[in-house]
């Protein structure tokens, strides 16, 4: 078969998305290649359709063992040899993949790195037919990168020791330049093709809510009984403190919702993850030890209930909603508190204990840094898919219409005369020596009578009161729009105290005015109903009941029979034989075999009662 035909045969695709199809063509010539492509662009399509074309084994390195057997689950549903080998195997189960391999069962195989120095791994390898390895989740190997793993420096050396050199292939989502030129040289590709097919997913509409802190549980409800309503979502948290709690309550309010952390027993983190990934819990709350890799196509939204310390997290696990291209939320419940929290681990993690002092100093500036940048995008008034990708070097629309600050009932408020007086209180603080950080400035300005402000004799500034017609968390937004635009910023190696640049000067003195958005509440944005909604509602709802029929049949998740965005195309197109069935985009050769009766059987049931109600 050519690759179209093993893109129709067993992933169900008419035609490759972009970037796909360079990215073979490439592999297929036997050419290295790093495909740096956002999360849902489908990038185990550019690995996949090579290894079944090539002669010998594919070798995915995976960071996560955990997420092997549902990626190997997905690809045999669809009639693809494939196996695992990882600690989680029992040493029969692992001599029966070893065996299936020798005889040429599998084209492909997923691997820990961990498992590349392993002497019984080698001793079979060794003696293998590998045509090409694949890295995924590139960015690990690099120190600079936002998961750092050790066990993906091993790579390379690995590599080099088989007989004969296989096509190397390399995957991330995001990554700075500094990143990329890590993995090409870490990795030691050998002039690799480097595909960006750009880091936009329109399907995601990206929104920043603003609560009191003591409020931020009761945003989150308010969310998950409207726009989250008879969806699967996850909610990331911070800290394992958090997401215990946030889980807790959520649960006590009648939520199907699940937890996961590092500090659960293996067994309850499993167990945990398949109910979410089997849809008997609907909301998975985590910190981000979950969803790297993970395959569930039918995640509605993700909600952030902490802002996570950089723009390469966030967009990363932000875009695990909406995989099959369904409109999907990403919204993060953003407090200042967020930004201690984060310095805090920030300061006090040191997971990679192989590096020196020195480098550990270099990479806390870079983690501060680019915090900086998380905490721009949580404040900015612009539009926030035009920041995300500007900040990964991608050119954007200045409006995008799918965010909450592109829709939301803003006004243009000129704000030059309270910036002045923020400027005058932080240059009066600066002067005597007593600089202090946003939440300080602001308490100032507002008037805030409590008891920091007085023990220091701040409530005696000439500036003190000077916005007290203000809500504070006005304030702390003028404060950060500021930063934002760098009339001001913050200086980390004086704890986080904020200071003025260059720019404030011709502010100051009256020549320059400022002006930024102020959005006033708006109304939940509700989904919009096509005429028939009512009825395709009613046969989505008997697709997805026969899909879950099928799928706990033979113990798989509900998306590894269909997605949710081809039941969609179903109700739409209306399949009454095989053939129809067929052009339905994820039926493939294996799925029409096994599903196609029984949907199309479904679906003619349908039209019939709907006929007669007619």
């Not at 931020?216 to 699967?232: C, P």
Request: charged share 30%.
């Amino acid at each position: 078969m050519d690759k179209y035909e093993i893109l129709k045969h067993y992933f169900g695709h008419s035609e490759f998305r972009p970037g796909q199809e360079e990215l073979i063509d490439s592999c297929l010539d036997g050419r290295d290649v790093l495909g740096i492509m956002p999360t849902g662009a489908g990038k185990s399509i550019c690995y996949q359709v090579p290894a079944m074309k090539m002669d010998g084994i594919t070798l995915v390195i995976s960071p996560l063992i955990s997420l092997m057997k549902d990626q190997t689950e997905a690809l045999g549903a669809a009639g693809v040899p494939c196996a695992y080998i990882n600690s989680s195997l029992e040493y029969g189960e692992l001599r029966d993949v070893y065996r299936g391999a020798a005889m040429g069962e599998y084209k492909i195989i997923y691997i820990a790195s961990e498992r590349l120095t392993n002497d019984e791994f080698l001793s079979f390898i060794w003696g293998a037919n590998v045509s090409m390895v694949t890295i995924d989740e590139a960015h690990c190997v690099s120190q600079w990168g936002q998961d750092f793993r050790p066990g993906y420096l091993k790579i390379a050396g690995f590599i080099k020791s088989l007989p004969k050199r296989p096509v190397v292939s390399a995957f991330i989502a995001t990554a700075t330049g500094e990143v990329r030129s890590d993995i090409v040289k870490l990795l030691e590709l050998e002039d690799p093709l480097i595909k960006t097919t750009g880091f936009d997913r329109k399907n995601l509409y990206f929104e920043v809510r603003r609560p009191k802190p003591s409020k931020k549980l009761d945003e989150l409800i308010h969310f998950l009984n409207t726009r989250g309503a008879g969806k699967s979502g996850i909610v990331y948290a911070l800290s394992r403190k958090n997401v215990e709690s946030v889980c807790d309550e959520l649960c006590a309010r009648g939520i199907a919702a699940t937890r996961y952390h590092a500090g659960l027993s293996p067994d309850e983190r499993r167990r945990n993850q398949e109910d979410f990934l089997y849809d008997r819990k609907t909301v998975m709350v985590a910190t981000n030890a979950f969803g790297m890799g993970i395959d569930k196509s039918n995640v509605g939204f993700v909600v952030h209930y902490n802002m996570p310390k950089n723009i390469e997290s966030y967009y990363q696990e932000a875009g695990r909603a909406g995989r099959d291209g369904s409109p999907a939320d990403c919204v993060m419940l953003y407090a200042p508190g967020d930004v201690r929290s984060n310095k805090f681990l920030i300061d006090n993690t040191d997971e990679n204990k192989e590096l020196t002092e020195e480098e550990r100093r270099l990479m806390r500036e870079r983690d501060y840094e680019r915090l900086k940048q998380m905490t721009f995008y949580a404040a900015t008034d612009d539009c926030l898919r035009k920041f995300i990708l500007n900040y990964f070097g991608e050119d954007a629309p200045s409006e995008c219409g799918n965010c909450s600050n592109c829709l939301d009932n803003s006004e243009t408020v000129d704000i030059t005369e309270p910036a002045r007086m923020i400027l005058s209180c932080v240059m009066r603080l600066i002067r005597q020596n007593t600089p202090y950080g946003r939440l300080m400035i602001a308490d100032i300005m507002a008037g805030s009578e409590n008891e920091r402000i007085e023990s220091r004799g701040l409530n005696k500034l000439s500036t003190y009161g000077l916005l007290k017609d203000f809500k504070k968390n006005r304030i702390m937004r003028i404060i950060d729009r500021m930063i934002e635009l760098g009339y001001m910023k913050i200086d980390d190696e004086r704890h986080g105290v904020v200071v003025p640049c260059r720019k404030s000067a011709p502010l100051l003195r009256g020549e320059e005015k400022l002006t930024m958005r102020l959005p006033k509440p708006r109304p939940e944005k509700t989904a919009k109903k096509r005429a028939d909604g009512e009825a395709d509602e009613e046969l989505m709802g008997e697709l997805k009941a026969l899909r879950l029929e099928l799928a706990r049949a033979q113990s798989v998740p509900a998306y590894v029979v269909f997605t949710d965005a081809a039941l969609r195309e179903m109700c739409a197109a209306l399949p009454e034989t095989l053939d129809e069935f067929s052009e339905i985009s994820g039926v493939g050769a294996a799925k029409l075999r096994r599903y196609g009766e029984v949907f199309v059987d479904l679906i003619s049931q349908y039209k019939n009662r709907k006929n007669m109600r007619e």
